[in-house]
């Protein structure tokens, strides 16, 4: 099965940027939908962004809309997470993940089955 592995995360002052990879090693069907999402100590694991591999279609949560931008790479099998102008209410574990078929809108947790072990980013003020 996939195996999905984050790299990129770190401590950074508020303001800065922070991009985050996720490098699958190889996927058992050729439709499918990655997302990152993050968990804050004390709070539920939210979705932060998805994006559906067949036509790139992306969705972001409210709160990361204008600072952060996902991008996919399918010669590679991996996806990045740009991060810029970050708070400290960023600071949390993201994690990707992956769901074979369609993307489910909104964004949650509940419909993706392979994970990352996650990454770590600390945000500063």
């Known amino acids: 099965q996939v195996q999905l592995v984050e790299s990129g995360g770190g401590s950074v002052q508020a303001g800065g940027s922070l991009r985050l990879s996720c490098a699958a090693s190889?996927?058992?069907?050729?439709?499918?939908?990655m997302g990152w999402f993050r968990q804050a100590p004390g709070h539920e694991r939210e979705g932060v962004a998805a994006?559906?591999?067949?036509?790139?279609?992306?969705s972001y949560a409210d709160s990361v809309k204008g600072r952060f931008t996902v991008s996919q790479d399918n010669a590679r099998n991996t996806l990045d997470l740009e991060m810029n102008s970050l708070k400290p209410e960023d600071t949390a574990m993201y994690y990707c993940?992956?769901?074979?078929?369609?993307?489910?809108?909104?964004?949650?947790?509940?419909?993706?089955?392979?994970w990352g072990q996650g990454t770590q980013v600390t945000v500063s003020s």
């Open positions: 190889e996927y058992t069907y050729s439709r499918y939908c």
């Open positions: 994006i559906r591999q067949s036509d790139a279609t992306i």
């Open positions: 993940a992956l769901r074979y078929g369609d993307c489910v809108w909104p964004l949650s947790r509940t419909y993706y089955n392979y």
